[in-house]
């Protein structure tokens, strides 16, 4: 267990890992809940989760950002994952308005690509488009519109290229504001694609594009349009532990050091092995170790169940920091949901009882 950088010693409690061994994995089922260990009372207490309860940021970019979730179930950690990816709103081109298209893409394969292009606009300050209602009709509350117009023509002598607008670029749609939408959002957050270097199509002289686009806000599981992330994924923490019983042979020490990420297993000058808790991180338990009979029982390779690292890359109108809040918002709204409803149907079974009780009468 020796390391050069310590985890918590909460992160040895064996009731915390998964084995991972050379064919199988082991101990996948979390047992820490009422009634798997005798007389040891796991039922689920507000202050124990608190303080078990941990999240890290140990990466952050403008685009990405890695965390840490300790403390919470697989269920709760996929939860906010899938929510990341499917439930955040965000805004994004539904509506394609073509009044001329003479490319040689056709106007729906550039409709869809538009679909595509993220933008910046803060789907908090809109509502949702509704089949019927107030709604349903497209306004400054729930709609952004943009024009596409774009002519190719050739260049003139001296200008060092061949043609002018020969490629369509996200960073061609204009926003037009509509009703109070300038006043709103002001020209500091006008609202634009995040990337203005995506190539759209491509013309020739004589070729041009004339469109209206209307974005609304929609729902990753609506379409892949609307979801915020380009990916989110979280895999659970390593944990690479050496058996002081079982020594690795001291002429083999750097082919066991090889079977692992560079600088997990070190080697000091004394020729004694160690564990570097911080580059364990990046391993990907590969066990190429486990291939080795010399080094059978010299190692224990496991992850702990309930400490996942989390990858997300945010495109869209939310900086990275604040998509697990936003995740963290949908799932109080669900929980809400889901409360009122039970509530509703105990006030029914009550009313349903008193009328059973007022006709026995």
Not at 31 to 52: A, I, M
Not at 311 to 316: F, I, K, N, T, Y
């Amino acid at each position: 267990m020796a390391s050069t950088s310590t985890l918590p010693q909460s992160a040895y409690n064996p009731r915390r890992h998964v084995g991972v061994h050379a064919e199988r994995v082991s101990a996948v089922s979390s047992t820490e809940y009422p009634g798997h260990y005798p007389d040891e009372d796991h039922s689920w207490d507000l202050q124990k989760f608190s303080e078990n309860l941990q999240v890290k940021v140990q990466r952050l970019s403008q685009r990405s950002i890695e965390f840490d979730l300790v403390g919470v179930d697989a269920s709760i950690a996929n939860a906010f994952r899938r929510i990341m990816i499917a439930e955040v709103p965000t805004i994004a081109i539904e509506h394609v308005y073509v009044w001329n298209n003479t490319s040689v893409i056709h106007d729906e394969v550039l409709a869809h690509r538009l679909g595509l292009v993220p933008l910046n606009a803060d789907p908090a300050l809109f509502d949702f488009r509704t089949p019927t209602g107030a709604n349903a009709v497209p306004n400054d509350r729930n709609t952004l519109v943009f024009r596409l117009q774009v002519a190719c023509e050739r260049a003139p002598k001296g200008r060092g290229k061949e043609y002018l607008h020969d490629e369509v670029t996200s960073g061609d749609l204009v926003w037009v504001p509509q009703g109070e939408q300038a006043a709103v959002l002001g020209a500091a957050a006008a609202p634009a694609p995040t990337n203005k270097d995506i190539v759209l199509a491509k013309l020739r002289p004589g070729q041009e594009i004339d469109m209206e686009l209307h974005a609304v806000k929609g729902v990753g599981k609506e379409h892949a349009k609307w979801s915020p992330v380009a990916t989110a994924s979280y895999r659970l923490h390593p944990l690479i532990v050496l058996n002081p019983a079982r020594p690795v042979p001291a002429h083999r020490a750097a082919a066991f050091a090889a079977c692992f990420s560079p600088g997990v297993v070190t080697l000091g000058a004394d020729g004694a092995l160690a564990i570097d808790a911080r580059a364990m991180r990046a391993d990907p338990v590969s066990r190429e170790v486990l291939r080795h009979d010399e080094f059978a029982g010299c190692v224990e390779l496991r992850r702990i169940r309930d400490w996942f690292l989390f990858a997300v890359e945010a495109e869209g109108p939310y900086p990275p920091e604040r998509l697990l809040p936003a995740a963290v918002a949908v799932m109080r709204r669900k929980l809400a949901a889901i409360r009122a409803a039970a509530q509703a149907l105990l006030a029914d079974a009550d009313a349903a009882d008193a009328d059973v009780e007022m006709g026995g009468a």
